[in-house]
Each structure stands twice: as C-alpha cells, then as structure tokens.
Nanobody
Framework: QVQLVESGGGLVQPGGSLRLSCAVS????????MGWYRQAPGNQRELVAA???????NYADSVKGRFTISGDNAKNTVYLQMNKLKPEDTAVYYC?????????WGQGTQVTVSS
C-alpha cells in the first residue's frame, strides 16, 4: 500500500522559511514522479513545484526564486524548501506521487504565514 506522509508545516512570520518533507512508502520511489501542491480556502488545488522526468524542475510563477523542490532517493523523501514566505502562501500543502497504478496524495500539512 502506497503511503505519503507530509510534515514540516506550521506558523511562520512573513519573510520566514519552512521546509516541508514528504516520505513515501510502499512504492518504487522516484523523485521525478513527485510534486507539491497547495490549496487555500475557497481556491482550487494548484501545482507549486514538481520535478520532471528529464530532471528539470517546474515552479508556479508565484513561488519562483523562493521555493525549491528536492529529493533524497535513499530516504524515499521529497522536500520543499520555502523561503521569503508571504501571507498568500498560506494553504494546506500536499505532495503527490504519480505511478503507473495511478496518483497518490498525502494527507496535507498546514502552512500559515502571518504576523
């Protein structure tokens, strides 16, 4: 059974940093099949960052230059380093793992940026 467990969310002041982690179990892990999404109240879930099969990284325009996606194949974990956080980054953040059997999602971790 594939399981994704996110961690690292919390309350941070504007301009601060957080690092989210997503640990994958029960699947052949490939960082290229991972992505981070977020959903704010009243909004649709949106892509924040992902790594492509060619090794490239895609970022939402709103987070370019501030967020970095990375992964550790030995730990079956993908990370999202978030710097210079803004109030509009407040949302529940989810990781997604795409496999040949379908897509799997974590339970989400709340990120709140507020003074």
């Amino acid at each position: 059974q594939v399981q994704l467990v996110e961690s690292g969310g919390g309350l941070v002041q504007p301009g601060g940093s957080l690092r989210l982690s997503c640990a994958v179990s029960g699947s052949i892990f490939s960082i290229a099949s991972m992505g981070w999404y977020r959903q704010a109240p009243g909004n649709q879930r949106e892509l924040v960052a992902a790594i492509t099969n060619s090794g490239g990284r895609n970022y939402a325009d709103s987070v370019k230059g501030r967020f970095t996606i990375s992964g550790d194949n030995a730990k079956n974990t993908v990370y999202l380093q978030m710097n210079k956080l803004k109030p509009e980054d407040t949302a529940v953040y989810y990781c997604r793992h795409s496999t040949s059997q379908g897509d799997y999602w974590g339970q989400g971790t709340q990120v709140t940026v507020s003074s």
